[in-house]
T-cell receptor, first 115, second 112 residues
Framework: GENVEQHPSTLSVQEGDSAVIKCTYSDSASNYFPWYKQELGKGPQLIIDIRSNVGEKKDQRIAVTLNKTAKHFSLHITETQPEDSAVYFC??????????????FGRGTQLTVWP | ETGVTQSPTHLIKTRGQQVTLRCSSQ?????VSWYQQALGQGPQFIFQYYREEENGRGNFPPRFSGLQFPNYSSELNVNALELDDSALYLC???????????FGPGTRLTVL
């Protein structure tokens, strides 16, 4: 099955700085890559996603890049704010075979933004 | 539009007992997936339901079972609870043919 690795496990930045979280995946059949934000005591909230036919996607302060050849994708948050503090998860999913319809998650990155 | 809801929010059980967790999918969504999230880990796929049938299963033993109802709501049942079953159980809903999944707030299960 798919194996998703996520780094770093913790990340501390000053308010206004940028934050980058990186993930790699193993299954070349994976073609959908969402990012979730999970605040304490809550379920994961979808913040952005990208599909394999696109190399980059941006939504205001958040962007995601995908390199299918190298099998890695990254989340970029610019102009960070204290309310960005949370655990961020990357995930991968495919459209056929064993990866159909299921999300494989990384272990998460605890982002702390200091005022 | 109503989001994904789960009940109960918290549950405490003892080893060997059975538990049922419930999920109502987001309006318009007919597919429900269940995930187990241990403390400090990412969610792990348990299984998915579509048209009231199991549509894919992760690496979980048969004592984890589920149901989906005609209104697309779903239940997760766990028999013979073990200490390692203590986790946050998440339900996610999606539309058939869409890979985008939206999660509920989860049920925190503690097994003593």
């Amino acid at each position: 099955g798919e194996n998703v690795e996520q780094h770093p496990s913790t990340l501390s930045v000053q308010e206004g700085d940028s934050a980058v979280i990186k993930c790699t995946y193993s299954d070349s059949a994976s073609n959908y890559f969402p990012w979730y934000k999970q605040e304490l005591g809550k379920g994961p909230q979808l913040i952005i996603d990208i599909r394999s036919n696109v190399g980059e996607k941006k939504d205001q302060r958040i962007a995601v890049t995908l390199n299918k050849t190298a099998k890695h994708f990254s989340l970029h948050i610019t102009e960070t704010q204290p309310e960005d503090s949370a655990v961020y998860f990357c995930a991968a999913s495919g459209s056929r075979g064993s990866t159909l319809g299921r999300l494989y998650f990384g272990r998460g990155t605890q982002l702390t933004v200091w005022p | 539009e109503t989001g994904v809801t789960q009940s109960p929010t918290h549950l405490i059980k003892t080893r060997g007992q059975q538990v049922t967790l419930r999920c109502s999918s987001q309006s318009g969504h007919n597919t429900v997936s269940w995930y187990q999230q241990a403390l400090g880990q990412g969610p792990q796929f348990i299984f998915q339901y579509y048209r009231e049938e199991e549509n894919g299963r992760g690496n979980f033993p048969p004592r984890f079972s589920g149901l989906q109802f005609p209104n697309y709501s779903s239940e997760l049942n766990v028999n013979a609870l073990e200490l390692d079953d203590s986790a946050l159980y998440l339900c996610a809903s999606s539309s058939q043919g869409s890979d985008t999944q939206y999660f509920g707030p989860g049920t925190r299960l503690t097994v003593l």
